[in-house]
């Protein structure tokens, strides 16, 4: 008899307790597909592919010197693979991880599992998240959490197992042309383990002060994202090598490593809202909201923010360091949304699906909460409108960041960089700055549409309907413990 071991969004040998109770099979074959649903999906992008393809070198190197073992790789129908190798081999047994991404993955497995039930093959999942699965507690979800999170992370054993080797499809044929930079994430566990290793050492001294600037965030954030979203390194062991920082650590720098430990969580938090609430991925969470942006979207608009010609220079700033790198940080995520949502009033159905593009660490469970958050539709947060000049004053005051990612706007002076339309005919001339031709002018009038957007919140917000859903979705959704 033979198993598999199918490794999905869990690239990585340690701490992978799929992986580890696999090896005690006589014979495994050791599995990764690249669904074809996932190629064709618009929010799969470059990004994503080049950080799976080197993620994958990197599991096949791990493999091969540990075990003398093969990753077989496979593309196409991932039903339709399982077909294939169980005619060929006489399978009894799946293991993986429990993976909650877009609904179409939900589909998949639904359709796996009807067909390892009809072939009598057992599917044996494993959890990575501290996900309750069924009996949701609210009140005892972050007590279980922290338990799943202290448990001894799993290490691998010399092991007898016999792995066969299948196919190999060559990730290199998947057409990836749109990134042209280098300022990329690297895939792989090396990666990994030395953003850990030099965020828990070193650069997480100042996180909490520098985590909202996209000038300091970008080294004193750990830019573990990518690496949790497709597992090349497991959050439990990120959790724990945390905690044990802090336990020799004080001042600034425990304060930094707190804060960070509580995201931890909350990245499990969104996880397990979007295990019990999948639809928040198309319909807005609050169905009081519905209707609001569907029938006024502006194409011009969304064309100008995503190409990062708004004429704010500081979110036409943060757009293009996001596409060229594929990462920004938190506030930046958030006022991008915030813009798109209310500035522009534009769908987050349609701004979500774009950001996911570029955002290598894609997770739907995170996404999609924070993407509504941003745009009002929770009904139970707070209503938050950013403004871009008011960021951009607080987070690049020189306007450094602002003439690095916009450079059509070096010239203009100092205090006029975050709004150059401010600028005098003269010192317009001076420095040959054309209006609308050098740089857009303002798609919109910051403070009308602000306004505009206000009104038109809350006059859902403070309806009965608005507030007796929000009601609900508080019982369901918050955790008692921990603030989102
Ligand atoms: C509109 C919007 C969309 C977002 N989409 C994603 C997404 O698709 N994938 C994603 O991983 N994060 C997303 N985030 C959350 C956050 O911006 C990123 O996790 C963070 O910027 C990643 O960089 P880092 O690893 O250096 O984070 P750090 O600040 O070093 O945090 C460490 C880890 O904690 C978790 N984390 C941090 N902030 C949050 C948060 N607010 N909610 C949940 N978990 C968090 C992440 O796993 C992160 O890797 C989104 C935020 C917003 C506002």
Redesign the pocket.
Known sequence: MTNVMWFRNDLRIEDNEAFHSALKSDSLILIYIIDQQFLSKETTSPFHLRFIKDSLTDLENRLETKFYASLNIYCGDTVEIFKNLISKYKISCVYSHNIFKESYIKKVDDDCDALFRYKNIHWKKFDQFGIQLSNRNRSTWSYEWKKFMSKKYTDYTACNCKFIKDYKYRVENIKMDEICTDNIQKGGAKFAQNNLSSFLSDRGEFYRSQ?SSPITAETS?????PH??FGTISLKRIYQETIKTIKTSDGDYKKSLMS?KS??A??CH?IQKYYDEPSIESSNLNEAYDGLRENSFNEKLFIAWKSGMTGFPFIDACMRYLKNTG?I??RM??ML?SFASYQLWLDWRITSKY??RL?T???PG??YS??QM?SGTTGINTIRIYNPIKQSLDHDPNGNFIKEWVPELREVPDKHIHQPWMMSPIEMKFVDYKRGISYPEPLVDNVLSTQLAKDRIWSIKKTNKARELSKIIVQKHASNKNK?
């Open positions: 985590m954030c750990s830019r573990l994202s949790i979203a960070f995201r931890l909350w990245h969104f990462w940080n938190f995520r958030a949304v950001l996911a955002f660490d894609y997770e995170i996404h924070q993407v941003q989102f």
